[in-house]
């Protein structure tokens, strides 16, 4: 029940904002038996498409799409009339459900909440509101917008101008006419870019102010998209549920189509299919890698701006208006009827504000750098301080007394980008660090909402009154998100996804890129989990279950994720000639790895018989320092080419020659017979290295899983045997061990690719178990003084990080130099999955950086190099 004592309301939950969010929030609420109060500052419901009135207003996510899902009765009652609906149709759409619902009864309109304290001793937030009512809550919820606060004006001389003045977030309700007018546009993002043709059609002269060109694609509008009705028509609930599922909130099928890799056909194809769609998930989807690999993304970019130039007919405003300053996507692309033939007409104007800025605004219109110009209309397409901006222009203050935009100083900080630490029983809905404004936000917004209702509903059953996260959740989240930030173009564009359009705003990634489904499955996660990651309390007690919901990469989760939905047979349960003809089909469908400047094959002798090798030469004159390495795969499966993704960019990046050996498989050839050709490998490589193009005596025995078992094996017989030199030994995810009772593998012995039984498959398969404390099988058992300096990089989510971390600890106490790479959130394989776990490259990167210092010949640069990204682990 809403109680008013004096001028004060109370209430169980107080709501900011009746848009999309505030509307179903109140909904939800409501039917869980809390009493509901919604705020809003506008004169009516709609939020975004209440202030956003500006000709060529529409979404720019199909309205099929772009529309609540939680009652199919809705969804029957209401018909979109377009693929894009106009902005007045979204509007009637939120007023009608407003209205279906019988919501308005309690929202309270035109007024704007100005702060919100915590009071500690009641456990409820009080809320000061423009309209001089105090309000007293349980819960407080922020559903006020990622897009509803506008960029403040920030181009001296905005307010001396005497003629007509207009924000397109701010539009006026009755309309503007600008018929024979003169009219300046400043700003071409996605309002500018909607607008300005409409704007075109009236006025006499019309200029457009443009600093960055965008990327812009055709919408195509018209009657809703045949193929999404249909599929909506025959199983409704099955569409909603699978853009629930989806990486932006719009179902779209898995893309394997890597930009760099695909044929120029393929490529063109690919892209004139997206431009013809008009649908902006297909723009951003021409390749499966465009918002990772610059390479790719630079192929579509540069197909864009042929559009473009076949379109205006000026040469020089077509080049302006061809962006290049940021990856398509990076900033969000935007969808327009006609705009870049607007430039054809002739009295549109396009002025270059990178040649010639803005100086000022004055009585009478615009002056550059080149000249002025008079007008008698400006509009101000200038964007919005987002997703931070309506929730600090609210004096939030919560614990202690320390208010959200000081706990935001530099920059947000949240659990889930729902909650924050200080601020109990508070939720910020589409808050920085969620998905919002990086996907179809009626999916993300309903999300939201069901997961802040279910969570106060739980609250209620287990008797708490108060909920907050911990520091190590949030914390977690905030890596989480960087972790995600970092693997995308996103970092590379001065973007408002950035922050930086606003003066003094921190620079960092503030939605959520990892994708609608991890993030939904990670709320699910932390519910599921008793609400992990939150301190509740109540008078039943307090509770805390504290812990971190998401540790892997994101990439390598989805990777995970892809791989267990494939349901793929266990290699234990094979054959060994199986288990190799099955890895083989496996690695026939990853994409090859980097360009190198030559790839040649050959055969050195063993003791045994001959051993093929793979040898990848780098670019450059040469002589190249060498690395010879061995290939994991459990000393039974693998060869020479099938970790080549990997050795190619082991090249690449470290510019030496990298020879990739064959090696006796188990169990035809059991223990030591792995080790004993990796030795005579590594010998004959090291006599041989003029003829391989590389520098003698300039050698590193290198190897990935088994491959450095038999690597580091290598080093022990070099060094008691007294050759050859070796100058280092690189040893990526080892074996050094045959313990399986370290906590590694417990931790991580299912579910990351290489399990325990595949380990002990494996182990059972080299030697017998009387040999697995040989220092040729399980080195970690040897003598370790005087071997070559090493480089190990261990994985958390590996079962043999922890045999990997003791082979470092015991190197060290044996006098070896170390350089260990602890590699966050990867698994035994993920490292070297190149172009598909884009967050391995970094890791790489300080792998090939660090492998430089072992040469004398790359080892000065290197080493400063190095200095730079010393000590953190990766
Ligand atoms: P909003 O709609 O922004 O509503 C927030 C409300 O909170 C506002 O009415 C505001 O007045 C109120 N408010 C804020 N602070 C206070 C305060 N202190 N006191 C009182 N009231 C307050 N997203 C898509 O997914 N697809 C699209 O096609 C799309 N098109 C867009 C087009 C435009 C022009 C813009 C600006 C955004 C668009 N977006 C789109 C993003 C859009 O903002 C969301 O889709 C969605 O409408 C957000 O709903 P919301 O309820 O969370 O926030
Ligand atoms: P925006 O994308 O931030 O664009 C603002 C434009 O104004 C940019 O071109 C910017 O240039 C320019 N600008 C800002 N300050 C300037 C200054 N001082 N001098 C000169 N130019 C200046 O804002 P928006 O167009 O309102 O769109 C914001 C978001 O709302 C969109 O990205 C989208 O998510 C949503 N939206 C969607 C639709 C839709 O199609 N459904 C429509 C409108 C908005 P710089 O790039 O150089 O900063």
Redesign the pocket.
């Known amino acids: 029940m809403q109680q008013v004592e004096g001028s004060v309301l109370e209430v169980d939950v107080a709501v900011?904002?009746?848009?999309?969010?505030?509307?179903y929030l109140l909904k939800r609420l409501r039917e869980a038996g809390l009493s509901v109060r919604v705020?809003?500052?506008?004169g009516d419901?709609?939020?975004?498409?209440?202030?956003?009135r500006?000709p060529g207003?529409?979404?720019?996510?199909p309205s099929t799409d772009?529309t609540y899902s939680f009652d199919p009765e809705l969804e029957q009652a209401w018909s979109w009339s377009e693929k894009?609906a106009t902005?007045p149709e979204?509007l009637e759409y939120l007023r009608f459900v407003a209205n279906r619902y019988d919501l308005r009864r309690d929202i309270t309109l035109g007024?704007?909440?100005?702060a919100a304290v915590w009071d500690e001793a009641s456990e409820r937030w009080r809320l000061r509101?423009?309209g001089g009512q105090d309000v007293v809550c349980r819960y407080y919820v922020?559903?006020?917008?990622?897009?509803?606060?506008p960029k403040s004006p920030d181009i001296p001389g905005s307010d001396r101008f005497v003629g007509d003045s207009y924000w397109?977030?701010s539009w006026p309700h009755e309309g503007v006419d600008v018929t024979g007018k003169r009219v300046a546009v400043i700003g071409t993002g996605?309002?500018g870019i909607?607008t300005i043709p409409h704007l075109a059609a009236q006025a006499a002269q019309l200029t457009v102010f443009q600093r960055t060109p965008n990327f812009s694609l055709p919408a195509r509008n018209g009657p809703l998209p045949a193929e999404r009705v249909a599929k909506l028509a025959s199983d409704r609930p099955a569409y909603r549920e699978a853009a629930r599922w989806s990486l932006g909130?719009v179902h779209t099928e898995p893309n394997q189509v890597f930009g760099v890799y695909a044929s120029e056909e393929v490529r063109r194809q690919r892209f004139e299919d997206a431009w013809a769609a008009g649908e902006l998930f297909a723009i951003l989807d021409v390749f499966g890698d465009q918002a990772v690999n610059p390479a790719s993304n630079e192929i579509v970019s540069e197909m864009v701006r042929e559009k473009i130039r076949g379109i205006v007919h000026d040469p020089a405003t077509a080049e302006l208006l061809c962006p290049h300053d940021h990856p398509l996507g990076s900033k969000r692309c935007c969808l327009d009827t006609g705009y870049y033939d607007t430039f054809n007409q002739p009295h549109v104007r396009l002025v270059d504000l990178r040649s010639t800025p803005i100086t000022t605004v004055t009585e009478i219109g615009i002056d550059t750098t080149a000249e002025s110009m008079g007008f008698d209309v400006i509009v101000y397409a200038t964007g919005?301080d987002a997703m931070t901006g309506?929730l600090v222009?609210?004096d939030i203050t919560g614990r202690n007394g320390v208010t959200l935009k000081e706990k935001w100083a530099d920059g947000p900080s949240t659990y889930l980008g729902l909650t924050a630490v200080g601020f109990p029983n508070f939720f910020a809905?589409?808050g920085p660090g969620s998905p919002s404004?990086l996907?179809?936000?009626?999916v993300?917004?309903e999300q939201h909402v069901d997961w802040v209702t279910d969570c106060l509903i739980r609250l209620r059953a287990d008797g708490f009154q108060t909920i907050e996260p911990t520091p190590l959740a949030e914390d977690g989240w905030d890596q989480h998100v960087a972790d995600g930030a970092a693997i995308t173009l996103h970092q590379t564009a001065n973007s408002w996804y950035m922050g930086a359009n606003v003066a003094g705003k921190k620079r960092a990634l503030y939605p959520y890129v990892a994708g609608v489904d991890q993030y939904r499955w990670a709320c699910d996660q932390v519910a599921a989990q008793d609400y992990l990651g939150f301190r509740r309390s109540g008078p039943t007690g307090e509770h805390t279950n504290d812990g971190v919901v998401c540790q892997l990469q994101p990439d390598v989760k989805r990777v995970l994720d892809v791989v267990a939905g494939m349901q793929l047979p266990a290699l234990e349960t094979m054959s060994a000639p199986d288990a190799r003809a099955f890895m083989d089909a496996m690695n026939a469908a990853r994409p090859p790895g980097p360009e190198v400047a030559e790839i040649v094959d050959g055969v050195l002798p063993g003791p045994a018989g001959d051993l093929p090798y793979r040898l990848y030469r780098p670019a450059g004159t040469g002589p190249h320092p060498v690395v010879a390495y061995f290939h994991g795969g459990g000393w039974v499966l693998g060869s020479k080419e099938s970790d080549e993704p990997f050795c190619r960019d082991l090249c690449a990046r470290s510019g030496a020659v990298v020879v990739s050996v064959d090696y006796r498989h188990a169990p035809q050839d059991r223990f030591p017979a792995a080790a004993d050709d990796a030795f005579a490998a590594v010998s004959w490589i090291a006599d041989n290295a003029i003829l391989l193009g590389g520098i003698p005596g300039e050698l590193v025995v290198a190897g990935w899983s088994a491959g450095g078992n038999v690597a580091t094996v290598a080093c022990h017989r070099a060094r008691d045997e007294g050759h050859p030199q070796i100058r280092g030994q690189l040893l990526l995810t080892p074996a050094t061990d045959s313990d399986p009772n370290r906590p590694s593998y417990t931790d991580n012995g299912d579910g990351y690719v290489l399990t325990a039984p595949l380990m002990r498959w494996f182990w059972e398969h080299y030697c017998d178990e009387a040999q697995r404390q040989d220092p040729r099988a399980a080195p970690l058992h040897g003598d370790l003084a005087g071997l070559p300096p090493a480089i190990v990089i261990t994985a958390q989510f590996d079962p043999l990080r922890d045999e990997g971390i003791a082979y470092v600890e015991a190197l060290q106490a044996a006098g070896v130099p170390v350089q260990h790479v602890s590699a966050r959130g990867h698994t035994h394989t993920s490292l070297t999955m190149v172009d598909v776990v884009i967050s391995g490259a970094q890791v790489r990167e300080e792998i090939a950086q660090r492998l430089r210092t072992l040469f004398p010949s790359t080892a000065t640069v290197a080493a400063v190099q190095a200095a730079g990204t010393e000590p953190a682990p990766v």
Do not use: H, K, P
């Not at 900011?16 to 509307?23: E, H, M, R, Y």
């Not at 007024?111 to 100005?114: D, I, S, Y």
């Open positions: 900011v904002g009746a848009g999309f969010s505030g509307l705020f809003d500052a506008a419901v709609g939020g975004t498409w209440f202030w956003n500006y207003a529409r979404c720019d996510v772009y894009y902005q979204i007024t704007r909440v100005e509101t423009s922020m559903a006020s917008g990622c897009l509803s606060v397109t977030s996605s309002s909607q909130g919005f309506a222009s609210v809905l589409t404004v996907s179809n936000m009626a993300s917004i």
